[in-house]
């Protein structure tokens, strides 16, 4: 199942480094998410893209900072992250119309290891 | 606010045994959808069952069914027939009314024994 992809899957970096992690959908979705899923604790949604427009943003500091350029593509751009930030960063998409059922497909995720 | 339950952290089920995983929800919406997933060691999330809230039959797909108990708030899932490849951590999920939110349970971890 490659409806949606993540790259890197696996991504070491220092406290002072910026990276970017990418997401891409080939699902023709509208709707697209990003979630954070720490070892022991529940999915936390991050950030929700309806049709390129933010429309959640769930109290998340701003060393995330997330840019959706397209309804295909959703990026998570890090920077100056701290140890506490590991984790498995799963990215979503769906269909964005406001069905009832508003199926979420995931990524295989990147598991991101801030030293 | 939705909230969901999974008081199972860890189950053991033998191979082709049937296998029921406890989920219970609290929201205060009259309109919500309730999920399941799949997240193999991998990483991914896989879907398997949808329940609206509002859907009167119990939801059935392949050897998934989802036991939804409404005045319970409850929405377990059953696993028919349990092979190796079922071994995973499960996921129960609420959907609010617009769609846009999803909250997750802490899940249940699967192990199936051959």
């Known amino acids: 199942e490659t409806g949606v992809t993540q790259t890197p899957r696996h991504l070491v970096m220092g406290m002072t480094n910026k990276k970017s992690l990418k997401c891409e959908q080939h699902l023709g979705h509208n709707a697209m998410y990003w979630y954070k899923q720490s070892a022991k604790k529940p999915l936390e949604l991050m950030f929700v893209?309806?049709?390129?427009?933010?429309?959640e943003n769930n109290s998340v500091p701003s060393r995330f900072s997330p840019e959706c350029p397209n309804s295909s593509h959703l990026f998570l751009h890090l920077h100056t992250l701290q140890p506490e930030d590991s984790a498995l960063y799963l990215c979503a998409s769906s269909q964005g119309a406001g069905l009832d059922q508003e199926t979420q497909y995931f990524g295989p995720g990147t598991r991101l290891l801030v030293l | 606010a939705q909230k969901i339950t999974q008081t199972q952290p860890g189950m053991f089920v033998q191979e082709k045994e049937a296998v029921t995983l406890d989920c219970t929800y609290d929201?205060?919406?009259?309109?919500?959808?309730l999920f399941w997933y799949k997240q193999p060691s991998s990483g991914e999330m896989i879907f398997l069952i949808y329940?609206?809230?509002?859907?009167?039959q119990n939801a059935t797909e392949g050897r998934y069914s989802l036991n939804f108990q409404k005045a319970r708030k409850s929405a377990n899932l059953v696993i028919s027939a349990s092979q190796l490849g079922d071994s995973a951590m499960y996921f129960c999920a609420s959907q609010n009314p617009s769609g846009s939110r999803l909250t997750f349970g802490e899940g249940t971890q699967l192990t199936v024994n051959p």
């Open positions: 893209y309806n049709f390129k427009e933010q429309t």
């Open positions: 929201t205060s919406d009259q309109s919500y959808g």
């Open positions: 329940q609206g809230s509002y859907d009167e």
